[in-house]
């Protein structure tokens, strides 16, 4: 029995993270490469706030599936690790359809490489859970909050300069 309660504490613990990590994400708005066919600035604000509205939709929806699992089994938790790794896939070839307007381009890097940041460290973690490394899911965790945090940052910076975009004609 106390066995259990040692299980439930280290599954606590790095899925805590997650959700923290998670609600980081949600609480906000919103590298290059493009479909390499030219998009209109209205055409790129539109569909950077397409793919952003439904990237954090999709991490709220994790969010909320990370509580409800804490203090479950591992693999309830390694599920909910292979959907936000899909998600986060998923997000970073939706931005990487977009071609940003030279004005965003640096700040689109950045978001780009951050969602890269947050694949390799969900891949990690992912991998640790498997292999039941709780302090390698920690860690790995710990990655993926920075990742993320570095995504919010990249995000902010476009949110003030995509909505000009979207009424500009340049």
Known sequence: M???????RRTRMPLALLVAALLL?????????GSGKAQTPQEFAQGYTTATTAFQSRLTELQQQGRA???????TVIGIYMQLLDSTR????DFRALTPPSSVKSAYSALLSALDAQVK???QTLSAAKGNDKPKVA??????ASALSNWLQASRSLQTAVPALST???
Do not use: N
Not at 2 to 8: M, N, P, R, V, W
């Open 2 to 8: 106390h066995g259990a309660s040692l299980d439930t």
């Open 25 to 33: 994400a949600t609480g906000c708005g919103s590298g290059a490469s």
């Open 69 to 75: 699992a804490l203090g479950t089994g591992d693999q």
């Open 90 to 93: 998923k997000a970073a070839t």
């Open 121 to 123: 460290a969900l891949q």
């Open 139 to 144: 860690t790995a965790l710990s990655h993926y």
């Open 168 to 170: 500009s004609g340049t």
